[in-house]
Each structure stands twice: as structure tokens, then as C-alpha cells.
């Protein structure tokens, strides 16, 4: 029986997906846990895995192409069966055997199997029929120096391509063709390699970007957050001296023991973990009849990547010390950028860090990121003359955090109570350490 | 008996294509009418390579030990010898065939085969018996046959074709060779080195003409000096056949008349159809096939000669077996595109891939690099200077697009330059490859260069 493999469901907000490349190709044969393709989300591109073993017999969308969750992306069939709609065999359907024939021919297959190892020539006919991409053995990408030379002419992409050539190599016919289906824009993006100055200026073009499935994802779920969440903010100034003192004379120490250093971030999430810990109407949703006050805090962060922004979730970090959230973050927010964060590492936060202290900002406020209520915005560390206790005016070092709130589940007193619990973990920031 | 495959001929598209179906692990029958091995093996490529090695080796001791210091009084030939060598190269061969047929166990049937209907294959046995097997593939690969002149039929003594050729005996004293393919220009070379008068009457403009134009004038140049006369332009107007010999009539740039013993028509070949079915032929009554090797009639394939040019035996043997992946395995099978091709005369002409004529005509941009065997060391060594190596180079990107070849060993030396063509590599790739010192090899090396201007020898 033919088996249809669909675009899969990969997260929550998921209703379309790109399909970044196939992995497998039309002929090859397929185990359980094969990753056949390879699907980028709204969030992330994962490997699409088989659940059913057979041969690869047809792809519908082909690399480059979206595709709706659902939506047929490949046909699976068993070993020796035929497809029934046409394709590339039309003269060998008529013959098609009996059922019962199949059956016989699948279970006979791993014979035929073992004696292709045997046999080198038939060995060749397989190598034939495999990806130009070396799935085994990493990034190598099998493609002829011409269809190199060409393919960096054109500006085309050879870990998109599929080859034709001996070997699944990719050879000049498989760049021309896909040099031709190219948008001019990666055209444009590669240098030429050798630049001439045109002869007439060209007017300056508005260059039109499609939306990745990411921004896609981005744009509906703040304009749904922005305009269906009353959101109301407060902004307090902290005092950033005990903070930097402390974190200097630790990470001094752990630069002598060989220990991952601290950053301010890492106190500032673990502070809000702390403040969500002490306000938990802080850390909760609206659910539309009632409210959900989340038991654990699964604490987000915004990252920054190539084509927006992920939110990787910490789990459970009110049972992590500080120094588990550092590594936990710095982990999550790498693999975000490489694009390999699973699903449920960046799905069911209950409540956002955002921080754009490293690009100098020195305060705003973050729109909150449905279905969570309360989303914290860190400012940089600024440098100011500040009132003592004394009431003089002194040097000083000082941080402005914001807190935007759903209004519908905190009150401008439950979201004072909040900051005011972060102001005095970050002010006291030993307590941290507890 | 019902098989998954029944090939019909045992040539090498055939006997190629059961192995590898049977491979696949197919149970296969092919079916031969004459011996397993076909024209190749027993009528073609064999035997005459084995006849013109001892050509070659004539012509070294007779012409040119001299130059080697050796001297010979009373050199003589046994011809009877010669040729029954070379029957029993092809015998051993034919052998070679039928324990690989065993090997993997495929029936091998003889008798002369038709298609009877849907699938079904019937020949008749040594003892006069009809059999019939059936199928639901089956490959055609019966070849094809030396084609006469229009009123000209052969007879095996007078007027030959190539199997008559090369089991031709008493040898000739003069001989009339109609077309310069490489079966005629191997056949002028053979005779003639034995002493034969030789006489080639080709229509078109040089031999060899599918070759490159610069290499059939120097093959002209080179078997013109070892006393071959070579008619080109020149069409056969009248023949007249007795039993004394033959007399033709030529026509050139003046009229002429020719006498001979025997005249050898070497003007390609017609389809050798099995009978039983009627299927779609082209316009000259070769197999029609689609890209899967398919012939109208469902089930029914053919590769080879059978299905037209070019009819060579490589070239064959890669069709059957990409038919057969294709009836048995997920593999898109491809027609031949690129394809090495081969003379064996001395000098020796091979190529592969594009003349310098045809890049031309298709409007290409490229640069020929040419390197003479005069300039490497090992063809000096050997005493072979004569001829050189010729490239068609792609601009800008450096491609090979075609290799030619003349001269000692051309028809070895093709072999880099056709996996360069397949694997598409350019000239930056032969370039940086070390080819061995002293090896003739050095020279496609050094054409790559030339074609950029860095031959380091020339």
C-alpha cells in the first residue's frame, strides 16, 4: 500500500511549512527513522523522519516549495511495488503482478539486498541512486567542477540541488536548470567575481523580501498580541553597582577555576524567575473563562536569529541555580541560530525576557508574547551621576527594566509587586546566588 | 518456463544485460542463434584486433627493425596462421561468454528466436524442435549485419563483407576497399601491411570522417605513406564482378578504374529484425525505442545495434544494462550522450565527445589544445612519434568537451578523457592531476596546458 507522507505538524502556530531540501530521493529506499527531508517551521527547520519503512517512489513538493500542514509531500511505497499514478514508468504498469506477487518480492528483497553487496557493479547502480548530499559523512555535497564553477556564476545554491549525474552527482544540466527557476535575487546577492562598472547607473530598486515562515508566524501572532491584549507597562531603574560588582568578583573566581563566566542576562532571568516565583499571578495566561496560573516557570528568552526571533523556554527554572540557566541559555540560544531547536524547546513559556542592552537600548517595552501576560524588557547598563543614600551625587551604574502586562491578568499592582520584586533580587543580587 | 527476462541475442548487448538482470536476482533465459558473444566476440572487434596486432607487429619487423637495430633475413608469414590466431582468440571468448551465463545462472537457449505474442518467445532447437518460453520483459538485442551496395551482393570470395574479410584466404594480392570507417580503414590497414595492394574508396571528403577533420587528414597523410591508396570524394559508379576479380569504376575529381581480386564493402550496417512482431521503426528500419529502451509493444525493449548508431559494443553493453535498471530497478535510464570511439590501424585514432567541427557548428566558445607525441619522451623512447593529442576546451569554465587522439596507444589513452567528460571535469582538474613520467599520457596532460598556453614541452 502506498503510504502518503504529509506535511507534518512540527509546533502549535504551525500551518505551513518550507520544504528546505529532501534529504532522500525518488528510488531510495527507506527505514523507520530515515530523515527523508528536511521542513522549515515557523520557528525552526527540522528533519522530517519516516515513520514507515519502503522506497521513496514520488516527491510532490520539491525542494524550495511550501507546503500546508497536511498537505502530501512524498509517496511511500513497499519494496517492488509499483506507483499507480504514471510518473516516470508507464510501460511497466500494465504488468503490474498480483498482489500476492508483492508480497512475495518484498520478502524476498533482503536476499537481493545481500547479494548486491556481494557484487561491486550493482554496488555502482545503488551509489547511483543516493543524494548528492553525503547524509552519512556531513556536508559534502557531490558535484562536478564544472556544475561548481557554473553554479557559483549563477548564484545557485548546490546544497538545494538534487543530481542527475553518476553517483547522484550534480552536474552543469541539474545548475542550468535550477539556474533558470532562480530568482534574480540570489543572483544579485552573490558578487560577481568579477565586478565591472555598469555603464549606466541603474535606479535605485525597492527590493521586495518574501516572508520566511518564521516572519510569517512573527507578524500574525504580535499583531493578534498587540491588538487583542490590553497591554499597560512600568518602567523602574535599578541600580546596576551590586549587580556588576558581584559578577566581577565572580566571574574572576570562575575565570581562576575554569568556570563559564556570568553575564547580566543570566541575573536578569533568574531574577525574574525568583519574582515570578514570589508573584505567580505574574507568571500565568489568560485562558478566556478563567485564568491559568502556571506551576512551573518555563522561562522564555528572546534571541535574535538570522531571519527574526525565537523564544527558547528554560524548563522548570525555578528548580535551576543560576548557573544552570547560564548554560542552559547559552545552549538554547546557539542552537537557535543554527535553526536546531526542537519544537518543545521554544513552545509553552509562561513568561519572556527580552533584552536589548547589548544594542545599547536603554529602555522599551516588548509586546507581550501570547498566551504568556507578563514579558520583561532589559535596557543596557548606563553609566550616570546618581543620588546616594547620602544625597550626594555620585557615579553610578543603572539598568531601566520594563514589564508589560495583560491587563486581563495583572493588575497594575500585581505588575508593580513584580517589578518591584526584580528590582530588589537584581539590587541584591547575592540572593540570587541562594 | 516463464521468466522475469528473455534476451534475444547474445552479443554484448545481450549477454550484458541478462548478467546484470540476473544480478538483480532475475530469472533470465537468452536466447542465441548462432554462439554467445555476437558480432563482437566472434566476427568483430575480436578477431580483427587479434588480425591487426599481427599486422602491426609485421610492419615493426619488416618496415622498421632497422631503426631498432635488428636484422632479419627471410621475414615470412604463415597467413593460414593468422587467422586461425584469431579464430582462436574469438573461440576462447565465446567460451568466456557461456561460463558467465552459467555462472549466473541464466538459461542460455540456442536457436533463432521470434516473438510470438504478448510475451511469449519461441525458437527452434538444435534438433529441429519449436520451443516456447515466456515473459513479461523481454530485450531485443539482435544486432545487426555488414549491409550490401544496392546490386552489389557479397559472395565470400569477390565481393566481401567483414566477416568474409577476416577469414579471407589465400590472402589477395589487390584489394578494393568501398568506405573509410573504421572497419574499412582497419582492413585497408591489415592487408596492407601484409603487402596486399590496398586501394580505399571512401564518398566523403576524408576517412574516418566521423572523426576530426585534423586527425583524418594526418591518419590520410600516415596510411597514404605506408602505401595505401586512398580515393576520397569518390563514389563507386560501376562494378564488375567475375571470377577473376573485380573492376569498378570510381569517380572523383576525374574517373578511374580500378582492379582487384576482391572488393571489401565496409559501408555500415542494416538491423538484424528477430521476427514474430511488427514494431515501430525508424527511418532506417533500425528499432524505434523511448528513453526506457521501450519499444511500442508493451514488454518489449531493445538496445544495441539493433535500435541504430553508434554501432559499437560499449555502446551497446551501457544501453542493455541501462534498459535493464530500468525494467527491474528504480534507476531513470539515460541514452548514450558521450561515447568513446575507436580504430585500431596504426597510428591508432580514438575520441570521445565533440569534433572541433561540431563545436563549431553548435555555436560553442572553446580553445583546442593540441600536444605532439614528438615532444613526449616516452613516444620518443619507443620510437612512436607520429600524431598527437587534441582537446576541445569550454570557454570560460574549462570543460572537456572532446578528446582526439592519434597515435601509438590513442585508443588507451581515451579512457582519462572520457571520465573527464562524464565526471565534468575541467582543465584546472586534468592540470593539477600528476601524470606519470614517462608515460604517453603526458601528453593529454600536456594539451590541457596548451589549450591556456602552459604546455611546458611544445
Known sequence: MPIAIEMPKLSDTMTEGTLVRWIKKVGDNIAVGDVLAEVETDKATMEMEAFDEGVLAEIYIQDGNKAEVGQKLALLVGKGEKVESGGPQPVQESKSTTPKKEEKEAVESPKETAKTETSPTKQVQQDSESAPVDAAGGDRIKASPLAKKIAAELGVDLGSLQGTGPGGRIVREDVVAAGKSTPPKQAVAQEPATPKPPAVIPALQDKKIPLSGMRKTIAARLLESKTTIPHFYLQAEIDAEPLATLRHSINAAAESAGLGKLTVNDFILKATVAAATRVPLANAAFGGDSIIQFANVQLACAVAVEEGLVTPVIREAQKKSIAQISAAIKDLASRARSKKLKPEEYQGGTITVSNLGAYGVEQFYAIINPPQAVIVSVGTIVKKPVINTAGQVVPGQRIILGVSCDHRVVDGAVGAQFLGELKKFLENPTLLLL | ?458
Request: aromatic share 8%; net charge negative; charged share 20%.
Open chain 2, 1 to 458: 518456463m516463464k521468466y522475469d527476462l528473455v534476451v534475444i541475442g547474445g552479443g554484448p548487448a545481450g549477454y550484458v544485460g541478462a548478467i546484470r538482470a540476473a544480478q538483480l536476482g532475475k530469472k533470465v533465459a537468452c536466447v542465441e542463434k548462432e554462439r554467445a558473444g555476437g558480432t563482437c566476440l566472434n566476427w568483430g572487434c575480436i578477431p580483427t584486433k587479434s588480425l591487426l596486432r599481427n599486422a602491426e607487429l609485421f610492419h615493426l619487423l619488416q618496415k622498421r627493425a632497422t631503426d631498432f637495430g635488428f636484422k632479419f633475413e627471410n621475414l615470412s608469414f604463415d597467413w593460414s596462421k593468422i587467422i586461425s590466431r584469431s579464430r582462436g582468440v574469438a573461440d576462447k571468448l565465446a567460451g568466456g561468454v557461456e561460463f558467465l551465463f552459467k555462472k549466473n545462472k541464466i538459461d542460455y537457449l540456442r536457436g533463432e528466436a521470434s516473438i510470438t505474442g504478448s510475451g511469449k518467445v519461441a525458437y527452434k532447437t538444435k534438433e529441429n524442435r519449436e520451443e516456447t518460453i515466456e515473459s513479461d520483459n523481454i530485450l531485443i538485442a539482435t544486432g545487426a549485419v555488414s549491409r550490401d551496395l544496392p546490386g552489389l551482393a557479397t559472395n565470400g570470395k569477390t565481393v566481401l563483407n567483414s566477416h568474409d574479410a577476416m577469414i579471407l584466404e589465400p590472402q589477395p594480392k589487390r584489394l578494393i576497399v568501398i568506405g573509410a570507417g573504421a572497419i574499412g580503414v582497419e582492413f585497408a590497414y591489415f592487408f596492407n601491411a601484409f603487402g596486399t595492394e590496398v586501394t580505399i574508396v571512401e564518398m566523403l571528403p576524408n576517412v574516418l570522417p566521423v572523426e576530426d577533420t585534423e586527425i583524418s587528414v594526418t591518419l590520410e597523410k600516415s596510411l597514404a605513406k605506408q602505401g595505401i591508396k586512398i580515393l576520397t570524394s569518390t563514389k563507386l559508379v560501376k562494378a564488375d564482378i567475375n571470377d577473376q576479380g573485380v573492376s569498378v569504376i570510381v569517380e572523383g575529381k576525374k574517373q578511374e578504374k580500378l582492379e582487384g581480386d576482391c572488393m571489401l564493402v565496409a559501408v555500415g550496417v542494416s538491423p538484424l529484425l528477430p521476427g514474430g512482431v511488427e514494431l515501430n521503426l525508424d527511418k532506417k528500419g533500425f528499432i524505434d525505442v523511448n528513453d526506457r529502451y521501450a519499444t511500442n509493444v508493451n514488454g518489449i525493449y531493445a538496445a544495441g545495434d539493433v535500435i541504430g548508431p553508434p554501432w559499437l559494443a560499449h555502446v551497446a553493453s551501457w544501453e542493455a544494462i541501462q534498459a535493464i535498471e530500468g525494467m527491474f530497478t528504480n534507476h531513470q535510464p539515460k541514452r548514450v550522450r558521450v561515447f568513446p570511439g575507436c580504430t585500431y590501424c596504426q597510428p591508432q585514432v580514438a575520441s570521445v565527445g565533440l569534433t572541433e567541427r561540431a563545436a563549431k557548428e553548435e555555436g560553442m566558445k572553446f580553445k583546442v589544445g593540441k600536444f605532439p607525441f614528438s615532444a613526449n619522451g616516452k613516444a620518443l623512447a619507443i620510437g612512436e612519434p607520429e600524431g598527437f593529442v587534441k582537446l576541445i576546451v569550454g570557454e570560460p569554465h574549462g570543460e572537456i568537451l572532446g578528446a582526439h587522439i592519434i597515435g601509438a596507444e590513442a585508443t588507451e589513452l581515451i579512457a582519462e578523457l572520457g571520465l573527464a567528460i562524464t565526471l565534468e571535469a575541467t582543465f584546472a582538474e586534468i592540470e593539477a592531476t600528476i601524470h606519470a613520467h614517462p608515460t604517453l599520457s603526458e601528453a593529454v596532460h600536456e594539451a590541457t596546458g596548451a589549450a591556456f598556453g602552459l604546455a611546458i614541452h611544445f
